[in-house]
C-alpha cells in the first residue's frame, strides 16, 4: 500500500535543513571576516541568538534579500567594508549544504587589519517581512568611496544560493 505525503514531508525537511544551515553559515561568514580584520568577535557572539532568530525567520519566509556585516569607524561612521550576502531562493532540488569557506578567507584574509572599527549586521528584506524582536529599522552606511568585489557564490543549498560581495 503507498504512502502518501511522503515526499512533501521529505521536500519540507530539505527545505527547513538548508534554511537552517544557511543562517548558520552567514554568521559563520560573518565570524570569520570579524576575526580576519583583527575585531574582537564578542559582540557578535553576544547577539548571536537574536542574529539566528532573525536570519531563520525571514529566510524560511523566503524575505531576505541579504545580510550584510558593514565594519566602519565608529568616530565618523564612516563604513571602511563591507561584507555583502545576496539570496537567491531556488526551486528545490537535491539535498545539498556546502560553503566555499577557502574562496570567503582568500578575500577576508586580504583585507588587512581595522583596528578601533565596530561593525554591525543588518538585513534587507522583501516587503511584508515580520517583525523579529531585536532586530530594529536602519540604513546601510555609504560604500561609495570603496571597491566592490565579486567573491562569488559562497553558501549553497537545495533551497537557497548566497553570493558574496566584499567592498573595500
Known sequence: M??????????VNVTS?????TANEIVRIFYETISDVGLDVTELATIQPV???GLRTWLSMRKLEAAYLEIFDPKSSTV???ADLNIVYASEG???HRT?????????SSLGSYAGCSYRVIV?????????????TTTLGSVQHLA???????IDTAAVQTRMFMWS
Not at 566555499?100 to 577576508?108: C, F, L, P
Open 2 to 11: 503507498p504512502v502518501s505525503g511522503v515526499h512533501v514531508r521529505t521536500s
Open 17 to 21: 535543513r538548508a534554511m537552517v544551515y
Open 51 to 53: 542574529v539566528e532568530n
Open 80 to 82: 571602511r567594508c563591507r
Open 94 to 96: 537535491d539535498e545539498r
Open 100 to 108: 566555499d569557506i577557502d574562496r570567503v578567507k582568500s578575500v577576508t
Open 124 to 136: 534587507s528584506l522583501a516587503d511584508g517581512a515580520p517583525d523579529v524582536q531585536g532586530w530594529q
Open 148 to 154: 566592490r568585489r565579486d567573491v562569488g557564490d559562497v
